[in-house]
């Protein structure tokens, strides 16, 4: 997952790709990049870390420009500790263009060989963005054969990256001297939408927080498959791109958990979305544990907040505060030479006593991965004094990998791949285990919104709508990853990113 944001202007933008980017830091910790373009020249600044790391002063004064994009990132294919790999990517033919990627590609290395053996173009990183990035560059070249570019040679262009890429791809490439270009795939999968300012600046980004955090007022999204073009001085040109009819399926994992609850996305608030989870997740509650028997229902911090809350109305329960986040716990600093630490859940959460003591509670988290936080923290509500330590997923068992953009593990990490509920419930020590309904959850978020499809939800059912995905393909994400030395590496379980937002 990662989050990405270009804007054109007629003032400086540094800064303001700079606040977007804060505002979207919740999609990507491990690298952020800024690009804007003064004339025709390009000017970069990329490097791993948390936005208010990365740019300094000197770094922010040497972005001169009123056009650019930039991008926070969380990697799902190449290299986590590869410095080469943050974005922006630029290429200097045709045009010279720099692009940021949303996404994932599933045929990655079939266009990496057509690169290097037919269109004779190269790669330097296992990143998929820089395929992705060469593939538009090649078809901008083809579409204007040597002229200057028109606004049918970009779409033409787009049309010719959507025939041969696929996967999830939410794109903002600038080109030299001629504008702004927007697309997204077909299906929709990852989002995109557009703003405008009061002083006609015109903003994209993944998600409407970025827009409505820098002034600027939501328009629209993007549509699966189309193209925005927004020229230098502001005109914009749209055109849908994409052969055949896919409709929209947004990735419903953005709903349960990736995106900030304040924003809004493909029309529908992920706040309510997140409500409407819970009271689905009510029905599901009182027939495994009749309410009598749950004195307290807490939330695990921070995106499980509103699906518990509302919980905990439909069933007129009380609903409690118990367990507190450290919101500065990151990378945390080991000795050369010291063996690896596993880092504790307590070092990021910390229980009440006074909300578990003598009570039987009914925790609620917004989904189980791994299962192994899950265990950890129903084990410090037991050690907290509670007598019976119930747990509900407002998602469905995460049982398939992801491929389309969110660092989801393999099959054999995930806890709830070719195991039952019951086993799940006796590995995590729970008393009852409670999951969402997969249906129930697609009704209650696609009620927000009848121009929704449907949902790209193969994490939980196993279903890739793009209908390519192998054996292969499911591993491909981790294949190619490289990580830091084991002493180095950086803790990434849900619990350690800042990425969920109280509500």
Avoid at 236 to 263: K, M, T
Avoid at 276 to 296: F, H, Q, Y
């Amino acid at each position: 997952m990662c989050g990405i944001v270009g804007v054109v202007s007629s003032q400086p933008v540094n800064q303001l790709i700079y606040d977007a980017l804060l505002l979207l830091q919740h999609r990507g910790q491990d690298a952020a990049g800024i690009v804007t373009q003064e004339e025709r020249k390009f000017f970069m600044h990329k490097a791993r870390g948390m936005v208010r790391d990365v740019f300094r002063t000197r770094n922010m004064r040497a972005l001169p420009g009123t056009s650019g994009l930039g991008q926070v990132r969380y990697p799902t294919a190449g290299s986590a500790s590869s410095e080469e790999e943050a974005q922006p990517f630029y290429v200097n033919a045709p045009f010279g263009i720099v692009m940021v990627h949303n996404g994932n590609l599933t045929n990655a290395h079939r266009l990496r060989r057509e690169l290097a053996d037919t269109d004779h173009r190269h790669t330097n990183t296992g990143s998929d963005s820089e395929v992705l990035l060469n593939v538009l560059a090649h078809e901008l070249a083809r579409a204007s054969r040597g002229a200057p570019l028109a606004s049918e040679d970009v779409f033409a262009a787009v049309r010719a990256v959507h025939r041969r890429v696929r996967g999830s791809y939410a794109v903002v490439a600038l080109i030299a001297g001629y504008g702004l270009l927007a697309f997204r795939d077909p299906y929709g999968i990852r989002p995109l939408c557009l703003g405008r300012g009061s002083d006609g600046t015109i903003m994209l980004a993944s998600e409407s927080v970025a827009l409505e955090g820098t002034l600027h007022q939501l328009e629209r999204d993007v549509a699966p498959g189309e193209a925005v073009y927004v020229h230098l001085d502001g005109r914009i040109e749209a055109q849908q791109c994409a052969d055949g009819a896919h409709g929209l399926h947004p990735c419903i994992f953005e709903y349960v958990y990736l995106a900030r609850p304040d924003s809004v996305m493909d029309g529908i608030s992920v706040y309510q979305a997140r409500l409407n989870m819970g009271e689905t997740l009510a029905k599901r509650v009182v027939s495994t544990v009749p309410p009598s028997e749950i004195d307290a229902i807490i939330p695990v911090p921070e995106s499980s907040r509103p699906s518990a809350m509302q919980l905990a109305q439909k069933l007129g329960i009380p609903y409690r505060e118990g367990f507190v986040k450290n919101r500065y716990v990151g990378r945390t600093f080991i000795m050369p030479g010291q063996a690896t630490r596993k880092k504790s859940v307590r070092q990021k959460l910390n229980a009440i006593g006074s909300e578990f003591k003598g009570r039987r509670v009914l925790l609620v988290d917004d989904s189980i991965v791994r299962g192994t936080t899950s265990k950890e923290i129903v084990q410090m509500a037991r050690d907290a004094g509670a007598t019976k330590v119930y747990l509900a997923s407002a998602a469905p068992p995460v049982r398939h990998p992801n491929v389309y953009g969110i660092d989801m593990p393999t099959r054999e990490e995930l806890i709830a791949h070719g195991r039952s509920v019951e086993e799940i419930r006796q590995w995590i020590g729970a008393d009852a285990l409670i999951y969402q309904d997969l249906d129930a959850m697609k009704q209650a978020v696609g009620a927000l919104n009848a121009g929704v499809q449907g949902f790209e939800a193969s994490c939980f059912d196993g279903s890739y709508i793009t209908g390519d995905i192998s054996d292969e393909a499911l591993e491909a994400p981790h294949a190619g990853r490289s990580h830091a030395d084991d002493e180095e590496q950086e803790d990434t379980s849900r619990l350690s990113l800042p990425n969920a937002h109280a509500a």
